[in-house]
C-alpha cells in the first residue's frame, strides 16, 4: 500500500501559533493587566460598588428620562437621514448600475473613507463644527449610517439580475428609469433589513455620543461619573438596557417579517 | 428593414462572434436563425440594438444607421425595436403590469417613471399588450408567481407595449417545455402576422424552425452559412450548419 506523504504544516501555521502566544503574553505585560486592581476596587466599595448597588431610581427618571428619549429621537432621525442618502450613493458606487469606472472608483472610495472614521470622532467633528448638543449627534450618526448602507447596499447591487436591466436598456430606456424599475425594487427588501440594522447600531452608538457632547444620555453618565454618583449611573445604565434591549427585539423581529 | 453590412463583433477576450456578415431582412420578414451554441446567434441579434456594437461594418434598422447612431439616437431606435429573452428578465417582484410598463419608459420623463404616474394612454396600451397575449387577468399579479410560459408571454406584452417595428427574440422557448414553447412561437407568429412587425428569432430546435419559420438563416462559427426558405431547407443543410450528424436533442420533439 502507497500511503500518501502527510503534507507538511503550512508556512502560516508554523509562524502563526507561536506569533499569536507570544504577542498575547507581551501584551499582557504591557498593558498592565492584574488582578490585583479588582481586589484594591473591591476593598474600596465605599466609593464603588455599595452606591452601584444603591440605585437612586427617582433621581434617574426625574433627570435621565428625557435624555435617554433624546438618545432615541437622534438615533432614528440619524438613521433615516443616513440611510436615504445612501440610496442613491450606492447605485453609484456598484459596477453593475454604474458604467463608468472613474466615478465608480470615486463613489466607492469616498464611501470607503467615511466608514474609516471612527463614529465618536465625527461626533467631535461636528460639536466643533455646529456646537455642543443633539444636532451634532445626529450629524455624527448620519455619516456612520449612511457609510453602512453604502458599503452593504452597493455590494448587494453588485450581485443582483441584470437581466430585467438589459431589458429595459433594450426599449430605450434611460439610463436612470432603468435603474429605478429594474434594478430598485430587486433590493428593496435588503434595504429595510439594513434599514433596522443600522438603527440599531444607531441606538446603541447615540448612548455614547453624549460623552463628547453631541447630545443625549450620555451627557448625564459622564458628568455623574465625574462626580462619582454611582448611584445615579446605576438606573441610567438599567434603563439604557431595558430601552436598547427592546428596541433591538422589535427591529429583529420586523427583519424577520421582510426577509 | 434590417441590413448588416460586412459585419464582425470580436468580443475582448478575442473571441471572433461574428465573422463579416452581410444580410438583408425585408420589412414583415419571420426570420428564424439556427446554429449551435456558440456560433453567434445571440451576438447577430444583438447588434440589431446595438446591445453587441460590431468591431466593423455597420447594422441599419428603418433606414439609421445603429452603429454609427449618437446616445439619444440609439435610445430613439431602440424604442422601435422590442426584443424577448431566454430567461424571459422580467423584474421577478415587482407586478406583471409594472414589468409591462417597462416597454413604455422610453416615452415618457423619468420624473414620471419614477414617481409612478403614468399616463392613460401607457396604462392603456400595455393591457392591450396583455390582451394581445390573453394574459390579462394577471395584470396585478407579481411576475414570480407566474410560470415559465406566462412569464415569457409578459416578456412578450412588455416589448409589444413599444409599439416596435422589429421585435427580436434570443432563444424565447429555451426554457420551456415543448408544449408552453409551441403556445409562445404561435403568439411570436400572429403578432408577425396581425401587426406585421419584423421578427426574428434565434432558435436551437431544428423541428420548431421548421414547423413555424419563413426564411431561415445558418450560422457556423460566425459566419453565414445558410440563407433560404425553411421549405427548401434539408437534413444535409441542417448537418452542414451544425458540423455533424442531427441528434435527438436538436429537436423539440412531441410533433402535433
Partial sequence: MNKPKKPLPSLLSIIGYPFTIIFTIYSFLQIGFNLEDFKTNLQNRKIVTDPLFNPKWSWAFENAAQALVETIQIAILASILGCFIALPLAFYASKATNQSTITYSIYKSFLNFIRTIPDLFWAMLFTVAVGLGPFAGVLALVMFSMAIMGKLLSETIDSIDLGPLEAAKASGAKHNQAVFTSALPQILPNFTAYFLYIFELCIRASVILGLVGAGGVGRIIETQRIFLRFDRITPIIVLILIAVISIEQFSVWLRRKIL | ?256
Avoid: C
Avoid at chain 2, 240 to 251: E, Q, T, V
Fill in chain 2, 1 to 256: 428593414m434590417i441590413e448588416f453590412k460586412n459585419v464582425s463583433v470580436t468580443y475582448s477576450g478575442g473571441v471572433k462572434a461574428l465573422k463579416n456578415v452581410s444580410l438583408e431582412i425585408n420589412e414583415g420578414d419571420f426570420l428564424i436563425i439556427v446554429g449551435m451554441s456558440g456560433a453567434g446567434k445571440s451576438t447577430l441579434l444583438r447588434t440589431i440594438n446595438n446591445l453587441v456594437k460590431p468591431s466593423s461594418g455597420s447594422v441599419i434598422v428603418d433606414g439609421k444607421n445603429v452603429t454609427e447612431a449618437s446616445k439619444k439616437e440609439l435610445k430613439e431606435i431602440r424604442s422601435d425595436i422590442g426584443m424577448i429573452f431566454q430567461t424571459f428578465n422580467l423584474v421577478n417582484r415587482s407586478t406583471v403590469m409594472k414589468n409591462v410598463l417597462t416597454g413604455r419608459l422610453s416615452q415618457v420623463s423619468t420624473l414620471r417613471s419614477i414617481l409612478g404616474l403614468w399616463p392613460n394612454e401607457d396604462k392603456e396600451i400595455a393591457f392591450e399588450s396583455l390582451n394581445k397575449v390573453e394574459i390579462l387577468e394577471k395584470a396585478y399579479v407579481r411576475a414570480s408567481n407566474l410560470s415559465g410560459g406566462q412569464q415569457q408571454r409578459v416578456g412578450i406584452a412588455r416589448a409589444l407595449a413599444q409599439k416596435p417595428k422589429v421585435m427580436l427574440a434570443d432563444e424565447p422557448v429555451a426554457s420551456l417545455d415543448p408544449i408552453t414553447s409551441r403556445v409562445v412561437m404561435q403568439y411570436l407568429k400572429q403578432i408577425n402576422q396581425e401587426l406585421g412587425i419584423t421578427t426574428v428569432v434565434n432558435l436551437h430546435f431544428l423541428d420548431l424552425a421548421k414547423e413555424f419559420g419563413e426564411r431561415l438563416i445558418g450560422l457556423k462559427d460566425g459566419e453565414l452559412v445558410y440563407d433560404g426558405k425553411v421549405h427548401d431547407v434539408s437534413d444535409e443543410d441542417f448537418e452542414n450548419i451544425y458540423g455533424r450528424a442531427i441528434k435527438s436533442s436538436d429537436l423539440l420533439g412531441e410533433d402535433e
